[in-house]
């Protein structure tokens, strides 16, 4: 759970430039690649993790903008658009209406009663969880995965070492 903002602010810097560091490497072909039936596409995937930006912290009382509707658009041009314009709108909604002493005001988030600093907290972990899923869709479908919170394989190519030791 965040006790400040900045702590907060901090953290989502870093995430939601990876989460666009991650979707700059999709193409418009693969968005709609899975790997089975009965799971989300890279497009749905991805879209999911934008919709989610206005959706969860909607539910905390702020008023984000952004989409908060199934229908994903068929570019990563359009996701990645809407994802920077709903990212950038956390960060002004909370920094204009949501202080230090309220993260451990309580809301009801989906049944359960979760203080606010427990919501961005799960915002950034849902977004780290479904970027995961993302990154292992793309090595599948043959794409670049670049790194997050290290390099990838193919960026410790690059550097010349092995990334497999």
Same mark, same amino acid.
């Given at each position: ?42 497009? #749905?995937?991805?879209? *999911?993790?934008?919709?989610? $930006? ?5 539910? !905390? @009382? &702020?008023?984000?903008? /952004? +989409? ?56 950034? #972990?849902?977004?780290? *969880?479904?970027?995961?899923? $993302? ?5 599948? !479908? @043959? &794409?670049?995965?670049? /790194? +997050? ?17």
């Amino acid at each position: 759970m965040y006790r400040t903002l900045q702590d907060f602010l901090t953290d989502w810097e870093y995430e939601s430039a990876m989460t666009l560091k991650v979707f700059e490497h999709i193409n418009d072909e693969s968005l709609s690649l899975k790997s089975y039936d009965d799971v989300r596409s890279m497009a #749905r995937l991805c879209w *999911h993790i934008t919709e989610t $930006l206005k959706e969860m912290p909607g539910h !905390a @009382g &702020l008023n984000i903008e /952004g +989409v908060a509707d199934d229908q994903h658009p068929a570019s990563i041009a359009a996701i990645i658009d809407t994802y920077t314009r709903s990212s950038a709108s956390i960060v002004k909604e909370l920094t204009v209406h949501w202080s230090d002493v309220q993260l451990t005001d309580m809301v009801n988030m989906y049944g359960e009663d979760w203080a606010k600093g427990t919501v961005l907290s799960v915002l950034v #972990r849902h977004q780290s *969880h479904h970027r995961g899923q $993302l990154t292992i869709l793309m090595r599948q !479908a @043959g &794409l670049q995965v670049p /790194g +997050v919170y290290g390099p990838s394989k193919e960026e410790w190519a690059g550097m010349g070492m092995n990334p497999m030791e």
